[in-house]
């Protein structure tokens, strides 16, 4: 079992930044596949980005790209997310989540294994 704990978000005017944390549980964090999805209301839930465990690469959806970075710091079993030039867009519970597969499957929400809370984020205009 792996729990995965958020935080972070909050209010932030457009064009602001905001870093999402997520620890997670586990002695195993560095071989697990992470990532950030976000959920907006009347929406689906959509990856933002995501990052392999070996060899260390990452994924972003268009929507992000350039504007947000995700790493780890598997010394502290968390991952981040670091959202720069926000736009009201970009409101939406935002999920943490963990894939203890093999294969890194980007952002494919199918194939994570466990999932967050979720923390608010609110950009406003």
């Not at 870093?19 to 697990?32: D, E």
């Not at 060899?55 to 079993?77: C, E, H, L, M, Q």
């Amino acid at each position: 079992q792996v729990q995965l704990v958020e935080s972070g978000g909050g209010l932030v005017q457009a064009g602001g930044s905001l870093r999402l944390s997520c620890v997670a549980s586990g002695r195993t964090f560095a071989k697990y596949h992470m990532g950030w999805f976000r959920q907006a209301p009347g929406k689906e839930r959509e990856s933002v980005a995501s990052i392999s465990w070996r060899p260390t690469s990452t994924y972003y959806a268009d929507s992000v790209k350039g504007r947000f970075t995700i790493s780890r710091d598997n010394a502290k079993n968390t991952v981040y997310l670091q959202m720069n030039s926000l736009k009201p867009e970009d409101t939406a519970v935002y999920y943490c989540a963990a894939d203890l597969g093999s294969t890194w499957y980007r952002g494919y929400a199918g194939a994570y294994d466990y999932w967050g809370q979720g923390t608010q984020v609110t950009v406003s205009s």
